[in-house]
């Protein structure tokens, strides 16, 4: 689950890291009264939504030669001016796609004099299994670009567990940032709080980019990105709150509803797999057949008819699909459920594209019993690669 920039200033305020003063603003009013609140003169309006690249990004609406979704103001004027020209427009960054995001929540704060930007986060590193701490001296930059054309200028601290942090890993991410003296202790102060914050929230990513010191010698966060782990959001209902769920896919809210793993591609093949190895070998498939997959969909080992039923739903919802794999290998899982499922779908929202099943495992002569004995059109497979030419096959036909 990921959260808003504003949010997560506010979260991380609370374990101590220091933060800019600043306010959430869900219209032009709110924004204008929420840089009174600030001392000035100088105010900071951000576009906020669940991507990054915001300073960089166009507005649709407002024509090539518009200003980006973060913005400074010297006067009062110029924050309303700012806040009407974001509220409600399209936003496109190098993470939304062409499609954007609409902005309806902006974030004011103060203004900072900036001598040095730096980059910090902490992760879950799977290599590894620890939390690790990721630092660079090129602040402001997208990592992305850091890590492939200076990759010496990223250092990355492993955590163990069995110790968690300790005063060695700050005097490390101080030196990483070329950081002494004063700044050196309080670069060691933050990277403390936000490794508490990371654990205290279960979190599974806090990225600060820029970490930045003030003209005024104190190191701030002036912008942050944070995701936790969903799996531990039952032990953290103050922060599932902030879940915003107008920044999500509609497809993949219904899908948490029923606890599918979804997440919504741009291909025209919807996919529905048991089991994320599966799930993920299918999706190659189909890409290797000159294809593209609409969807990753793991239905997970023990999905009943209905969670059957429902993930076909959410596959024939997306207007994009023009064709369906269902591809299940029945360990916990049984074939006939899935049979069952997926013709319960069908026979509910009707069948307009293509459907291909290739079923193998526990109760797999009674799925393909099921389904052969069905009356509807749906063409069997024999195995996964005879499943892909065929879904890729009779997409073609249909166009």
């Known amino acids: 689950m990921n959260i808003h920039e504003y949010q997560a200033k506010e979260l991380l305020a609370k374990f101590g890291v220091p933060v800019p003063a600043g306010h959430a603003a869900m219209s032009v009013d709110e924004a204008v009264a ?20 915001r300073g960089k990004g166009k507005f649709k609406e407002l024509g090539p030669d518009a200003k980006g979704g973060v913005r400074l103001a010297k006067t009062l004027d110029e924050v309303r001016a700012h806040a009407a020209d974001m509220l409600g427009n399209t936003l496109v960054t190098v993470q939304t796609g062409e499609a954007g995001k609409q ?7 103060d203004g900072v004099d900036i001598a040095k930007e730096f980059y910090l986060a902490l992760l879950v ?10 630092a660079s001296t090129e602040g402001g930059m997208d990592i992305e670009t850091v890590a492939h054309d200076t990759p010496e200028k990223i250092t990355t601290i492993a ?23 004063d700044l050196a202790k309080q670069a060691q102060t933050v990277t403390a709080r936000v490794y508490d914050a990371f654990l205290g929230t279960d979190a599974s990513q806090i990225e600060i980019n820029p970490l930045a010191v003030t003209e005024q010698g104190q190191l701030m966060v002036l912008d942050a990105k944070v995701g936790f782990d969903s799996n531990a959001m039952f032990r953290h209902k103050d922060l599932a709150e902030l879940r915003d769920l107008t920044e999500e896919d509609p497809m993949e809210i219904e899908a948490s509803k029923y606890d599918l793993a979804y997440i919504k591609l741009d291909g025209n093949i919807g996919c529905m797999v048991n089991g994320a190895g599966l799930a993920m070998a299918t999706m190659d498939i189909i890409k290797l057949n000159g294809a593209f997959p609409a969807n990753f969909l793991d239905v997970g080992g023990g999905a009943s008819k209905e969670k059957v039923t429902a993930a076909f739903k959410i596959i024939t919802a997306d207007p994009k699909v023009k064709g369906i794999l269902v591809n299940i290998f ?21 069948l307009q594209v293509p459907l291909v099943v290739r079923l ?12 052969s004995e069905s009356g509807l059109n749906v063409i069997p497979a024999n195995d996964l690669e005879d499943a892909a030419r065929k879904i890729t096959e009779a997409v073609k036909k249909a166009a």
């Open 125 to 134: 590193d799977r290599g590894t299994g620890r939390v690790a701490i990721v």
């Open 103 to 109: 902005v309806n929540r902006l974030y004011v704060t």
């Open 159 to 181: 955590i163990d567990p069995a110790t968690g942090l300790m005063p060695h890993h700050g005097r490390a991410v101080a030196k990483a940032l070329g950081l002494t003296g």
């Open 330 to 350: 029945g360990g916990i899982m049984k074939c006939d459920v899935i049979a069952e499922g997926v013709l319960a779908a069908v026979r509910e929202v009707g």
């Open 360 to 371: 193998e495992g526990t109760n797999v002569e009674l799925g393909k019993k099921i389904i």
């Open 34 to 53: 929420a840089a009174e609140r600030l001392p000035g003169p100088l105010y900071v309006v951000k576009a906020q939504i669940h991507a990054g690249g």
